[in-house]
Each structure stands twice: as structure tokens, then as C-alpha cells.
């Protein structure tokens, strides 16, 4: 069925203190020379993500036996299943620049600053901190200006910019993974309310906040503000697109409601009708899927084309007792051989990776163009560390999710030469988004064998 007439692709509905902007739609059609070429022939814009975990992992549970399509999934990895042949599992790739190299200890430190810049950083407590600057902010120079937003930070631990937080490194280090310049990191939001505010909201901040508070009195979702407009564009819309529409008006309820319930579960509920520091949720399954879907959100609506997550910051020691664990990450990780801990290690690992899987199903199930969101999507998932009780920095747990945009041959274990720079692989995924570098941080060159 043909559609009753053309939309530009910045379409959103508007409200009070609210501008939803819509997912890809059929009748979209392209405004300017840029967004030409991108949906030309329903061609999607590529994204890409960067989630980090701390403390690496336990590598005789991650590092599939086989090679090339028909690898196995070990038990970590299980409940990828259902997008393995969505994903590149890559070993062997290092971040040398983790290394101690001289400066002596502080490994967890390190493999944040290191994990997205490939630079040694400056080992200092002090306000003279310098790493380098991070693959997702190269990249937001060079088309962050295409999106609302040239980049979303995300995390679920807070930070702090300065202070001594792993033997004489700035807490600055273990906090943030992405990095604007060799002196400014990219501070992460860790409030799913605040993110979506963000996303969603019209006006200036105390303007936002306004009307945040109108309709938490009024307790009204932000549907209720854009409904009229909403109505106005269905009547302009063929029926596959006003399916899609209320799919995604359906879903941005779903996750405004769930936001509501973390707020009013924290023991900050008195914060709620403010984006408030401690507004975000006890359970922390439900804070990284609900950052997850912020995610999923900022790509759907073309709000930004570059994300990174911090499931948890470096060395971090939070316990997980509901994969019946009440040891703390970091305490565990240096774990000496012993089996029971190592076993631990595995429920953890698992436990990230199965909100991982969350991430991608929901990115696959989202049409998009001639595939979906996850075939127009590049995402890293990984550690700064490979096995957290030796500190070490080659043979990082790497995962690539995605097709980019069909430059990448996914479904496959690759194993790299020793010493290969993880680097490598984000020169290549730069090439992908159209934010093309000679080199970053320690690369050496392109990453080969992504494309058959």
C-alpha cells in the first residue's frame, strides 16, 4: 500500500516541553545532500556502540573451541544463541597500552582509559590527567553533527573526576571510557530518567525539568502531550507505517512506565518529579536494560549515530546476589586458580552477557530499511582485561554484534596473531560510519577478515 505522502526524517511529534522524534519509516524521505545518500534505495545510517565490564572474564568459559562459522557458544556466551549468527566472537586482539610499561601497578585503572583510546595514560591522582582520545568521539567529530546528539555516555556507577582510585591513578581513569581530548573525558549518565529526558525533551533544561514536573503531577505520560500530533500524522501514514508507529509509541510507554516504577522502588523516592542524582534503579538488571533501551531509543530515532556503556567502572566491587553471588567483582577476580571463585567469576560474566543479549535481540527485532537496527549497527562488548588475576592485556574478551550496514560477515569466531591491537578493529569500524582515521592510539592498521 502506498503511503499518503512523504516525511522528512527529522519528523516529531510535539508537545509541551516534549519532541518525540519517530523511528525509520517508509514514507520518510531525505533532506539534504547527507541524509540523501543514507536513504537512498533504504540504505540505514551505521551506528556504533562500545559496552565495557570490568575485571575480565573467565576465559576457559568465553573463547569458543572452534573457528570460523560453525564455532560453539561456551556457557558465558549461551545466551547469545539466539544472534550468534549476528556476531564476530575476536580473539587474540591486545591493548598494549594497558600495560604497566614502566608506570607500575594500577591494571584496572588502565584498562578503562586504554579500553576506547589505545593510549597510555598519565599516571597521576592529580588534575594533569591525559589518556587519549577515544574512537567514539572521533567519530562524533566527523558526524555527530548529522544527530541531536553527537554522542550518548552511558553507565550504571557513578564516577568521580578526581582522587586516587587505583594506586595513584585518578578516579577520572577507572570512571569514563570515552575521551573528547587527551585531557577531557566524557562524563556518563547513569539516570535511565534523566537519559530519556534527554532524548525526548523540547527547551531549555530548567524548561524540561518544568514540564518533567507538570506531568508527574499531573501523572500524565509524554504520549498524553503529543497526542493530538500524533493523530495528525497516522492520518498521513499507510498502514505499515501506522503499524509501526504505534509499535513504537506503544514501546516508549512501556519503557516510561517502567521508569516511573525503578523511581518510585529506590530509596531516593522523594527525589521523583526531579532528575535527581540518585534517581535509578535498585535492580541493577533492570537499570542496565532500561540504559539498554535508551540505546536502542537514541538509534531508532536517529538521535545519535554513537554510544558507549559502562555495565560498571573499573574494578569495580559490586556484589551480584541474584546470580547467587555475594562476593564482591574486583575481590573475586583475583581469584588465584581457586575453583569456587572462578565459578563466580562465570555467574558474573553471565550475567552481563545475557543483558547484552537483551540489547541485541531487541535491536534485531526492530525493522529497519531492508534489515533491522542490529544489521545497521556495529556493537563492542568487552573487558580492558582478559583474566583479572593476572592483569592481563592480550587475548582481551572481545564481541562485535552487528553487520554494519553488510560490511561485516558476522556468524564467526576469529582468532587474531598475538600482539594483533584492538585498535585495529576501531579503525575499520571507522571507516563504517564514514569517520575515516589514519590511526588511533597504537593501531597498526586495518583489522583484516571482518569482510569475506
Known amino acids: 500500500m502506498r503511503n499518503h505522502s512523504r516525511l522528512s526524517r527529522r519528523t516529531a511529534l510535539k508537545g509541551i516541553g516534549v519532541s518525540l522524534a519517530m523511528p525509520w519509516l517508509e514514507a520518510m524521505q531525505p533532506s539534504g545532500t547527507l541524509a540523501a545518500a543514507e536513504v537512498a534505495a533504504g540504505v540505514a545510517p551505521t551506528r556504533m556502540a562500545f559496552l565495557f565490564v570490568p575485571n575480565g572474564v573467565n576465559l576457559a568459559h568465553w573463547t569458543p573451541e572452534r573457528t570460523g562459522f560453525d564455532y560453539d557458544l561456551p556457557s558465558i556466551l549461551q545466551p547469545l544463541r539466539n544472534v550468534q549468527d549476528d556476531l564476530l566472537v575476536l580473539s587474540g586482539l591486545t591493548h598494549d597500552k594497558g600495560r604497566a610499561n614502566g608506570d607500575g601497578a594500577g591494571d584496572h585503572a588502565r584498562s578503562a582509559s586504554v579500553f576506547l583510546t589505545g593510549a597510555q595514560p598519565r599516571k597521576t591522582d592529580g588534575a594533569d590527567i591525559r589518556s587519549g582520545i577515544s574512537v567514539d568521539q572521533l567519530a562524533a567529530q566527523q558526524v555527530g553533527s548529522r544527530t541531536k546528539f553527537a554522542s550518548l555516555e552511558l553507565g550504571c556507577e557513578r564516577g568521580r573526576g578526581a582522587g586516587n582510585c587505583d594506586s595513584g591513578y585518578s578516579c577520572a581513569y577507572s570512571s569514563n571510557i570515552s575521551w573528547a581530548s587527551e585531557t577531557q573525558p566524557m562524563g556518563k549518565e547513569v539516570n535511565p530518567r534523566a537519559v530519556f529526558d534527554r532524548l525526548f525533551g523540547d527547551g531549555t533544561s530548567r524548561e524540561m525539568d518544568e514540564a518533567q514536573q507538570r506531568r508527574l503531577a499531573l501523572r500524565k505520560s509524554i504520549l498524553d502531550y503529543v497526542a493530538e500530533d500524533a493523530q495528525r500524522l497516522q492520518s498521513r501514514l499507510g498502514r505499515n507505517d501506522q503499524r509501526k508507529v504505534d509499535e513504537y509509541l506503544t514501546g516508549v510507554r512501556e519503557i516510561e512506565r517502567r521508569i516511573e516504577l525503578a523511581s518510585e522502588s529506590t530509596d531516593a ?19 542496565i536494560r532500561l540504559m539498554c533501551d535508551m540505546m ?17 567502572n573499573a574494578g569495580s566491587n559490586r556484589s551480584y546476589r541474584d546470580v547467587n553471588v555475594p562476593d564482591g567483582h574486583h575481590d573475586l577476580s583475583h581469584h588465584g586458580g581457586n575453583e569456587e571463585k572462578l565459578e563466580k567469576i562465570r555467574r558474573i560474566n553471565l550475567f552481563h552477557v545475557t543483558q547484552l543479549a537483551y540489547l541485541l535481540e531487541k535491536m534485531k527485532s526492530i525493522s529497519e530499511g531492508e534489515g533491522t537496527l542490529l544489521d545497521h549497527s556495529m556493537i563492542v562488548y568487552g573487558s580492558g582485561l582478559s583474566d583479572g588475576n593476572r592483569h592481563n592485556n592480550e587475548n582481551l574478551p572481545i564481541l562485535l554484534a552487528g553487520r554494519g550496514g553488510g560490511t561485516i560477515a558476522s556468524g564467526r569466531h576469529l582468532v587474531y596473531a598475538e600482539e594483533t591491537p584492538l585498535n585495529n578493529l576501531y579503525l575499520s569500524m571507522l571507516d563504517r560510519v564514514g569517520a575515516p582515521a589514519d590511526f588511533i592510539g597504537d593501531s597498526t592498521g586495518r583489522l583484516p577478515g571482518l569482510k569475506i
Open 269 to 287: 523516592s522523594t527525589h521523583r518529579g526531579f532528575r535527581g542524582p540518585d534517581d535509578v534503579p535498585d535492580d541493577y538488571a533492570e537499570h
Open 296 to 312: 536502542v531509543l537514541s538509534f531508532q530515532t536517529d538521535s545519535t549515530r554513537i554510544a558507549t556503556f559502562m555495565l560498571a
